[in-house]
């Protein structure tokens, strides 16, 4: 399936929660679809789970 199939199926279920469920329906979708998309891509080896919690160097620049 291509990327542009995925993302109108996740548009059309966007689209059906906020039509039916309101707003608060579409952001709750919205967030579990951006959880299950960020899952995905950890499972499929795309993300190390080390760059979500690695330290900035932010040297020592004082004003």
Do not use: H, I, Q
Not at 55 to 63: E, F, H, M
């Amino acid at each position: 399936m291509g990327m542009a199939v995925v993302g109108m199926v996740a548009g059309m279920a966007l689209g059906f929660a906020g039509y039916f469920g309101g707003f608060g329906a579409f952001l709750l979708v919205a967030a579990l679809g951006a959880v299950g998309f960020v899952a995905g891509r950890l499972l499929e080896g795309d993300l190390e789970p080390s760059e979500f919690f690695r330290s900035r160097d932010r040297g020592d620049r004082r004003r």
